[in-house]
């Protein structure tokens, strides 16, 4: 039995949307399916075309394939929850932004860093779904080893770790997992959305 007939998506739309909002999801189990950078860059490809506040993109993608050293330079860095499924994955991804801007000769901070930087994520998560893979992001890592292990620059910022790859049997994960190996579901609108206010 695979994932995809072994998972039950309940997702309802309270409005009519695209099908890939509610389809798309962030499983946990991974096929021994790799992926060739060929595979890989349409998907840095869509988060490159995210909005970004006055053109600035401060994301920055650093990425390795299972099996090579890349790869397990970011998989070390994982807390040992993630890194025991996560390192199952085709591909890790890791996201950073830019903290500053050069304006009028001088580096300044840029507030909406981290905001772009989540609009090229969700990009990325879309255009795996559409390319029949799935994406889960994940902020467990420890950052100061990652930040060694890919030199990232003075005045970064990282933001998580992009698990990608081919959604696999939920019965290869640990017993524990599989009860969440499934959409979940989102806080209705009511909640979260009020006409001139917030709620």
Known sequence: MTAHTAIKNTRKAE?????????RFSPRGFTEKTLTEAELL???????????????????????????????KIAEALVPFNR???EKAAALIVVA?????????????????SFDAGTAWGYLALQAHHAGLVAHAMGGFEADVLAKNLKLPDGYALH????????????????????REAPNDRLPLAQIVAHGKFV
């Open 15 to 23: 409005h009519p949307i695209h099908a890939q909002f509610t389809a």
């Open 97 to 113: 932004s830019r903290e500053t801007v050069e304006k009028d000769g001088k580096q300044v901070p840029n507030a909406a860093h």
């Open 42 to 72: 349409p998907l840095f490809e869509a988060a490159r075309w995210a909005p970004s506040s006055s053109n600035h993109q401060p994301w920055r993608f650093a990425y390795g394939l299972r099996g090579d050293a890349a790869f397990g």
């Open 84 to 86: 025991a499924w996560a």
């Open 160 to 179: 998580c770790v992009v698990a990608v790859g081919e959604h696999g049997d939920i019965e290869k994960l640990p017993e524990a997992l599989q009860a």
